[in-house]
T-cell receptor, first 111, second 114 residues
Framework: DAKTTQPTSMDCAEGRAANLPCNHS???????VYWYRQIHSQGPQYIIH???NNETNEMASLIITEDRKSSTLILPHATLRDTAVYYC????????????FGKGTSLLVTP | EAEVAQSPRYKITEKSQAVAFWCDPI?????LYWYRQILGQGPELLVQ????????DSQLPKDRFSAERLKGVDSTLKIQPAELGDSAMYLC????????????FGNGTRLTVT
């Protein structure tokens, strides 16, 4: 299965944009890029997903490079409640479309 | 917003005992997943259902774990007998379809085996 690579941890000041990178150099043409986050003691929360085009919703923006080998999740104005582990995941038919989580990026938003 | 319901929220059991977890997915969601998450790691898929049928249970330790979704709605995950290494968070998720639909997770059952 295609894998993703994310930094282990990142810091961001409250009110600033948080830019979380993800590398997926072996992505195939029919694989979606999904982003989830998990706050301590809760289940993962869906944020956003995309295939080729950049996507935006009320929570975040997803920027996918033209070659699709990497992507960036942008939280435009981070708050303390955005402190969480963020997972970048590829969804493909080889896994029955289930999501295979890695270790993610632990984002700490500081006052 | 509709949620995936899981119970119990916490469970403490002694090793060699039986334990069961229950999940009620979002109404209309045909696909249901059970994941296990060990502290400090990402969730790992145990079993996937499409309606009442198992799609993938390749990572389910079938000597002690079983899962069912008899009417294609709610689901039960059972462990018998429980072992110390089974201590983890057990997460249920559902999605509208298998392809291109986000998974929606419940808040899990935290199992401690003593």
């Amino acid at each position: 299965d295609a894998k993703t690579t994310q930094p282990t941890s990142m810091d961001c000041a409250e009110g600033r944009a948080a830019n979380l990178p993800c590398n997926h150099s072996t992505i195939s043409g029919n694989e979606y890029v999904y982003w989830y986050r998990q706050i301590h003691s809760q289940g993962p929360q869906y944020i956003i997903h995309g295939l080729k085009n950049n996507e935006t919703n009320e929570m975040a923006s997803l920027i996918i490079t033209e070659d699709r080998k990497s992507s960036t999740l942008i939280l435009p104005h981070a708050t303390l409640r955005d402190t969480a582990v963020y997972y970048c995941i590829l969804q493909n038919s080889n896994s029955g479309y289930a999501l295979n989580f890695g270790k993610g990026t632990s984002l700490l938003v500081t006052p | 917003e509709a949620e995936v319901a899981q119970s119990p929220r916490y469970k403490i059991t002694e090793k060699s005992q039986a334990v069961a977890f229950w999940c009620d997915p979002i109404s209309g969601h045909a696909t249901l997943y059970w994941y296990r998450q060990i502290l400090g790691q990402g969730p790992e898929l145990l079993v996937q259902f499409q309606d009442e049928s198992v799609v993938d249970d390749s990572q389910l330790p079938k000597d002690r774990f079983s899962a069912e979704r008899l009417k294609g709605v709610d689901s039960t995950l059972k462990i018998q007998p429980a072992e110390l290494g089974d201590s983890a968070m057990y997460l249920c998720a559902s999605s509208l379809t298998r392809t291109g639909s986000p998974l929606h997770f419940g808040n899990g059952t935290r199992l401690t085996v003593t």
